[in-house]
């Protein structure tokens, strides 16, 4: 919080300077009370221990997060600044705020610092800088990481955290150098560049990107989205020389397939509907919104609510595939939907052929039954998740599609949806405590559902 302290000061709001410090003096103090009574000798964190760890890292983030907003009534309430800022960390991008460009700059920049944090991950970072503190950061790392495959880039978990993060930090200044050539200030580069690094999609703009009017702007972000929806670990390969290895990867091939057809059927649909009066107009605007919703980015450059109903299907289903495992996106991960769907296909085969041997593979590689039952579990209570959520927010009375389209968008932490919460709409039509709800869909979903959901079995806080 220096940073956007900092910048209040240079841009003389003295309202967010003082909530600013205030919160930040808070902190001291919680972590100086903290430091008092933390056994002094190194610990090792069990799986166990970390689930707890993680989750109230995240929790009271977000609860110091969440004070500038509220300080300087930026939002109206305590639970609408906490959904924001849970939003912002959690990389939903879904936002309370009804109107953007006239809040104070250096409470936007924090709240679009929130997604780049978020984007990496919160524990990863400090597992990354913090090797002092005498605790092992496997688990922690496991813990957070989103996706069902974790690949240790280095013998040492802190070796890893560094690369990931130093790759995340290349290809964010990188962005902010194009978008810089694209003629926007330092400030909404930097922005930018937060909501897309972070697959995130917290805007300083009304009209999110769609704000900058801008074609340029418009495929610098379609990139850089598609960067950070890819595995990290796969730019690591690329660096140490192993391209073939990047292009062999099942989940990459299925990630581009999966944008480059999306894409071209929107924009043919676009197209004979005469929403767009040329093809390089409509595969920008089918592929930007594609990308954006795949990725679970949420940015947005017009309102796609009005575009035909084929064309919202199609970004509809993406709500239920997410960005690679190990990028930055949300949902339910490329990997996951891929082995489902040759799962399903092995399923087709033995009823045909009983007596036949078959396994499940992804590319070249074998899954482990283990693995695949584990995949199969986790998007059964996913869709739970989801629909659960959607008949909660149903009390507020929306439509289904706002109320189905809500709680998928939290859970797969994607931050624009359609009906009332497409990129024309806010989330603060929704009361105090459904925005409590949301803040805990989006926690689940972005700490991959059973990290949250093991604090709330018996057996968790069993001895041993």
């Given at each position: 919080m220096c940073i956007p302290f900092a910048l209040s000061i240079v841009y003389k709001e003295q309202v967010a300077t003082e909530a600013f410090l205030f919160?930040?003096?808070?902190?001291?103090?919680?972590?100086?009370?903290?430091?008092?009574?933390?056994?002094?000798?190194?610990i090792k964190i069990k799986a166990k221990d970390s689930y707890l760890f993680v989750t109230l890292t995240w929790v009271i983030a977000t609860a110091f997060g969440a004070l500038p907003l509220y300080l300087t009534k930026t939002?109206?309430?305590?639970?609408?600044?906490?959904?924001?800022?849970m939003s912002g960390f959690t990389t939903t991008g879904a936002t309370a705020l009804q109107t953007i460009e006239d809040q104070l700059k250096s409470i936007l920049f924090w709240r679009g610092m929130t997604n780049w944090l978020g984007g990496m991950g919160i524990v990863v970072l400090f597992v990354a800088i913090l090797p002092f503190m005498g605790v092992r950061g496997a688990n922690l790392v496991s813990a957070e990481s989103v996706g069902p495959t974790k690949d240790k880039l280095t013998p040492h978990i802190q070796?890893?955290?560094?690369?990931?993060?130093?790759?995340?930090?290349?290809?964010?200044?990188?962005?902010?150098?194009?978008?810089?050539?694209?003629?926007?200030?330092?400030?909404d580069a930097v922005t930018v560049t937060f909501g897309t690094m972070g697959a995130a999609g917290f805007s300083a703009k009304n009209s999110s990107i769609g704000g900058y009017n801008s074609a340029y702007v418009d495929w610098v972000v379609i990139v850089f989205m598609t960067i950070a929806g890819m595995n990290f670990a796969l730019f690591f390969k690329a660096i140490q020389g192993r391209i073939d290895k990047v292009i062999k990867d099942a989940e990459f091939r299925v990630y581009i397939s999966l944008i480059f057809v999306f894409s071209l059927v929107g924009s043919v649909s676009l197209l004979i509907n005469r929403v767009y009066p040329n093809f390089f107009t409509a595969i920008r605007y089918s592929a930007f919104h594609v990308i954006s919703v795949l990725t679970t980015t949420g940015f947005a450059?017009?309102?796609?609510?009005?575009?035909?109903?084929?064309?919202?299907?199609?970004?509809?289903?993406?709500?239920?595939?997410?960005?690679?495992?190990?990028?930055?996106?949300?949902?339910?991960?490329?990997?996951?939907?891929?082995?489902?769907?040759?799962?399903?296909?092995?399923?087709?085969?033995?009823r045909l052929h009983p007596r036949a041997v078959v396994q499940t593979r992804l590319g070249g590689d074998i899954i482990a039954q283990d693995t695949t039952l584990s995949?199969?579990?986790?998007?059964?209570?996913?869709?739970?998740?989801?629909?659960?959520?959607?008949?909660?927010?149903?009390?507020?009375?929306?439509?289904?599609?706002?109320?189905l389209s809500a709680a998928f968008l939290f859970v797969g932490n994607i931050g624009i949806g359609l009906g009332d919460v497409g990129?024309?709409?806010?989330?603060?039509?929704?009361?105090?405590?459904?925005?409590?709800?949301?803040?805990?869909?989006?926690?689940?979903g972005r700490l991959e559902l059973f990290t949250v959901y093991a604090l709330f079995s018996k057996s968790f806080w069993k001895r041993g």
């Open positions: 919160t930040i003096s808070i902190m001291v103090v919680f972590h100086v009370i903290l430091l008092l009574f933390l056994r002094k000798e190194p939002l109206p309430t305590y639970s609408a600044s906490y959904f924001e800022i070796h890893t955290a560094m690369i990931l993060w130093g790759i995340y930090v290349g290809f964010s200044v990188l962005e902010v150098l194009f978008l810089l050539l694209g003629k926007l200030s330092i400030f450059i017009c309102d796609y609510t009005s575009w035909p109903v084929f064309n919202q299907m199609l970004l509809f289903l993406l709500f239920f595939v997410g960005g690679c495992a190990g990028s930055a996106g949300g949902g339910m991960k490329v990997v996951r939907i891929s082995t489902l769907m040759t799962l399903a296909k092995n399923t087709i085969k033995k995949i199969a579990g986790f998007i059964g209570v996913y869709l739970l998740t989801g629909f659960v959520g959607a008949l909660i927010i149903s009390t507020s009375g929306r439509s289904l599609e706002t109320c990129p024309a709409g806010n989330f603060s039509i929704f009361s105090p405590i459904l925005q409590w709800v949301a803040s805990f869909l989006m926690l689940v």
